[in-house]
């Protein structure tokens, strides 16, 4: 069954640098996401990607966040200057018709010091 | 979108079937219901869909009365690996409108 991966499953990281965090969705699926969960809280929306641009963003998507598909398969997430804040679990999602039926990879866990 | 109330908690022993119900009034005519099941750890995980009547596939089955304003996700004799959250999400079918909104969804415990 295909599914959705990601990569690294666990980033350290300090404090003013930057991580990228890579996915490699459904190979058919045409709509990205990518959604974060702070310990113990929601999952939260982040962004949507669809058409080779961003269809929705939330509050949270600000400058210090950008995505990217750079070739056929990869959708990344970077977060250009860390704050502590930004320690969460990190999930990507795709889907083939956009819509409430997403697939989730296994997450990244941000850890930021 | 509108917006969903299911209960923060139940207990389960295993064996038995569970129903969660999601209640839903400002379903908008076009919004489908769905579930997702989430494990500590990892991510939401999709489990049945539906629009009206009965939904049934090899994990749930999924009632939506016809009035729509709820719903109610049925678990068959769960065993201890059901444990999870179960968000409970109405929103349109398809498009770009995917961005998925979870609350805090309705925590699963199932004790032998």
Same mark, same amino acid.
């Given at each position: ?8 499953? *666990? ?17 058919? *699926?045409?709509? %990205? ?30 400058? +210090? ?25 990190? %999930? ?9 039926? +997403? ?11 | 979108?509108?917006? =969903? ?18 209640? *839903? ?30 939904? =049934? ?5 999924? %009632? ?49």
């Amino acid at each position: 069954e295909p599914e959705v991966t990601q990569t690294p499953s *666990h980033q350290v990281t300090q404090m003013g640098q930057e991580v990228i965090l890579r996915c490699v969705p459904i190979s058919n *699926h045409l709509y %990205f996401y990518w959604y974060r969960q702070i310990l113990g809280q929601k999952v939260e929306f982040l962004v949507s990607f669809y058409n080779n641009e961003i269809s929705e963003k939330s509050e949270i998507f600000d400058d +210090q966040f950008s995505v990217e598909r750079p070739d056929g398969s990869n959708f990344t997430l970077k977060i250009r200057s860390t704050k502590l804040e930004d320690s969460a679990m990190y %999930f990507c999602a795709s889907t083939l018709a956009g819509g409430y039926e +997403q697939y989730f990879g296994p997450g990244t866990r941000l850890t930021v010091t | 979108l509108a917006k =969903t109330t299911q209960p923060i908690s139940m207990d389960s022993y295993e064996g038995q079937e569970v129903n969660i119900t999601c209640s *839903h009034n400002n379903i908008a005519t076009n919004d489908y219901i769905t579930w997702y099941q989430q494990f500590p750890s990892q991510g939401p995980r999709f489990i049945i869909q539906g629009y009206k009547t009965k939904v =049934t596939n090899e994990v749930a089955s999924l %009632f939506i009365p016809a009035d729509r304003k709820s719903s109610t996700l049925s678990l068959p004799r769960v065993s201890l690996s059901d444990t999870a959250v179960y968000y409970c999400l109405v929103g349109p079918y398809g498009g770009s409108q995917g961005n998925l909104i979870f609350g805090k969804g309705t925590k699963l415990s199932v004790k032998p």
